[in-house]
T-cell receptor, first 114, second 109 residues
Framework: AAGVIQSPRHLIKEKRETATLKCYPIPRHDTVYWYQQGPGQDPQFLISFYEKMQSDKGSIPDRFSAQQFSDYHSELNMSSLELGDSALYFC?????????????FGEGSRLTVL | RKEVEQDPGPFNVPEGATVAFNCTYSNSASQSFFWYRQDCRKEPKLLMSVYSSGNEDGRFTAQLNRASQYISLLIRDSKLSDSATYLCVVNPRFQKLVFGTGTRLLVSP
C-alpha cells in the first residue's frame, strides 16, 4: 500500500540558507500535518492543512511557511535557517472521514544546519 | 505545563516482565487518545487507540481515566522487540494531535 512520501530524506544547509521539504500524502487522504522533532524531543506540531486550506497552526516559526497544493502534496519552506532548526521533520496524512484519529507518518526529512 | 506529560524513563525491564506507563493530559475537552510507538530515528506508528472502556490488543492493554485525565499502557510478557519509545497522543480538538515526550522502554535478555 502506498505510504506518505517525503523528500528529500536528508538535507544539509548552512545558516541563513533556505530549504524546502516536500510531502506526498497517501492517496485520498485530505489532511496533511507537519511535525518537527529535535534530538531527544517529542514531535512538535507545526501546521496542518485540510482540503488545501490551513486548518491549524502550532509552533511554526515566522521564518517557515507551508502550503498544500491542488494535488494534495504539501511543501514546508524554511528561510533564514538557524542551527536550532536541525531536526527530523515528519509529514503525516489522514482522511478526516475515517475519523479514527490515526495519522500515517512519512519516514521524515532530516535537516542539518551547519 | 505541557499539554501531555509522560515520564521519559528509560524503563529497563527484563524479557517477560510486565511494565506500565502513564500519561496525563491537561485539556479536559480532549476526545481521542492514542499510543504511538517510535523506534530510534524512525517515524511514529500507531500502536493502539484508547477507549473509555479500556481495550486490549494481545499483550497490550490501554486504559483511560477521564476523571483524573490520565491514560495508561500495560505491556505484558515484554519482548526484546518492544524496546522503543512510547508516545502518548491526545486529540484536544479537531485535526490536532498533541504528542507527549515519550517514554523510553528498554527490554533486556
Amino acid at each position: 500500500a502506498a505510504g506518505v512520501i517525503q523528500s528529500p530524506r536528508h538535507l544539509i544547509k548552512e545558516k541563513r540558507e533556505t530549504a524546502t521539504l516536500k510531502c506526498y500524502p497517501i492517496p485520498r487522504h485530505d489532511t496533511v500535518y507537519w511535525y518537527q522533532q529535535g534530538p531527544g524531543q517529542d514531535p512538535q506540531f507545526l501546521i496542518s492543512f485540510y482540503e488545501k486550506m490551513q486548518s491549524d497552526k502550532g509552533s511554526i516559526p515566522d521564518r517557515f511557511s507551508a502550503q498544500q497544493f491542488s494535488d494534495y502534496h504539501s511543501e514546508l519552506n524554511m528561510s533564514s535557517l538557524e542551527l536550532g532548526d536541525s531536526a527530523l521533520y515528519f509529514c503525516a496524512s489522514s482522511l478526516v472521514a475515517e475519523n479514527t484519529g490515526e495519522l500515517f507518518f512519512g519516514e521524515g526529512s532530516r535537516l542539518t544546519v551547519l | 505545563r505541557k499539554e501531555v506529560e509522560q515520564d521519559p524513563g528509560p524503563f529497563n525491564v527484563p524479557e517477560g516482565a510486565t511494565v506500565a506507563f502513564n500519561c496525563t493530559y491537561s485539556n479536559s475537552a480532549s476526545q481521542s487518545f492514542f499510543w504511538y510507538r517510535q523506534d530510534c530515528r524512525k517515524e511514529p506508528k500507531l500502536l493502539m487507540s484508547v477507549y473509555s472502556s479500556g481495550n486490549e490488543d494481545g499483550r497490550f492493554t490501554a486504559q483511560l481515566n477521564r476523571a483524573s485525565q490520565y491514560i495508561s499502557l500495560l505491556i505484558r510478557d515484554s519482548k526484546l522487540s518492544d524496546s522503543a519509545t512510547y508516545l502518548c497522543v491526545v486529540n484536544p480538538r479537531f485535526q490536532k494531535l498533541v504528542f507527549g515526550t515519550g517514554t523510553r522502554l528498554l527490554v533486556s535478555p
